[in-house]
């Protein structure tokens, strides 16, 4: 798959905060009239602000993000993002990132993907890990994937749950989508505790033939997660996962 370097204006910012301060947010970036061609699990490198790079400053700073939209979702890119406090292009759109604001790409890359046959899914993440999960989520969704989605999501507090209004939807629309949240700081709505908890807990089909399942999120969580498919029983190579 060629990469290329191509611009886009945000249209809309989604924002998530938690006691007072933002954790995340979701871009919707317009990129109207790039034909960009992205397999669901795909990142882009991004610039904004004209933030510099911290080796050469007389260079613009990329930065990767995952590519949350689905292959479908022709003309869009959006971006779920975790808001540091640290300088680079993320605390740049914190703080300065307004709707009309050009974004400058470098992409498709990557290699966290999904297999071409699979019967089911499980899908874990954390924070911003939900990311590429969610253009995997719509992408097999628009395809009409008729096999069981699990999806495990593991966040502080029901206010940095996101897309928590698309999930709860997916899950009243499609019966053969099963949404498990956790809050590891506050018991709302849901669970508290930690996602690996409730995976350990969870009862899958005996026969994991064709079951594949998507980790991505923190190390220390991805190793984790995995670490407790194996133990119930996941082979190795139906386990696909992306650290940041
Ligand atoms: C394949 C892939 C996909 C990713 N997808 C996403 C995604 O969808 N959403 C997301 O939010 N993240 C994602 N990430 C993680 C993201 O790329 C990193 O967090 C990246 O570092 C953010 O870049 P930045 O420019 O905002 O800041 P950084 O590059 O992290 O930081 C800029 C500068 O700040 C300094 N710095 C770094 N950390 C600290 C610190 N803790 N304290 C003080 N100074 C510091 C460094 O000198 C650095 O040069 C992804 C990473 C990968 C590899």
């Not at 749950?161 to 019966?175: R, S, T």
């Amino acid at each position: 798959m060629k990469f290329s370097e191509f611009e886009g204006k945000i249209t809309k910012i989604t924002d998530y905060s938690h006691d007072g301060k933002s954790v995340a947010k979701v871009f919707n970036v317009d990129i109207d009239g790039v034909k960009l061609d992205f397999l669901p699990g795909q990142f882009v490198m991004i610039s904004a602000g004209n933030v510099p790079s911290p080796i050469d400053p007389s260079r613009l700073k990329y930065s990767s993000m995952s590519i949350c939209s689905a292959p479908h979702q022709k003309g869009l890119i959006e971006l779920c993002i975790r808001m540091p406090d640290h300088p680079g292009v993320s605390k740049y759109l914190k703080e300065h990132a307004k709707t009309g604001e050009k974004i400058k790409f470098k992409g498709p890359f990557g290699t966290f993907r999904m297999v071409e046959e699979q019967s089911a899914v499980v899908f874990v993440a954390t924070g911003t890990g939900i990311a590429p999960l969610m253009s995997m989520l719509r992408h097999l969704l628009h395809k009409n994937f008729s096999g069981k989605i699990w999806f495990f999501y593991g966040c502080r507090s029901n206010d940095d749950f996101l897309y928590k209004k698309e999930l709860m939807e997916c899950q009243k629309k499609h019966e053969n989508f099963e949404l498990h949240a956790s809050f590891s700081k506050a018991m709302l709505e849901g669970r508290m505790g930690y996602i690996q908890e409730i995976v350990k807990n969870h009862v899958f089909p005996e026969d994991k033939a064709g079951i594949h399942a998507y980790v991505c999120g923190n190390p220390v969580s991805v190793q984790q997660q995995t670490e407790t498919l194996k133990d119930k029983g996941f082979e190795e190579k139906s386990l696909h996962f992306e650290k940041w």
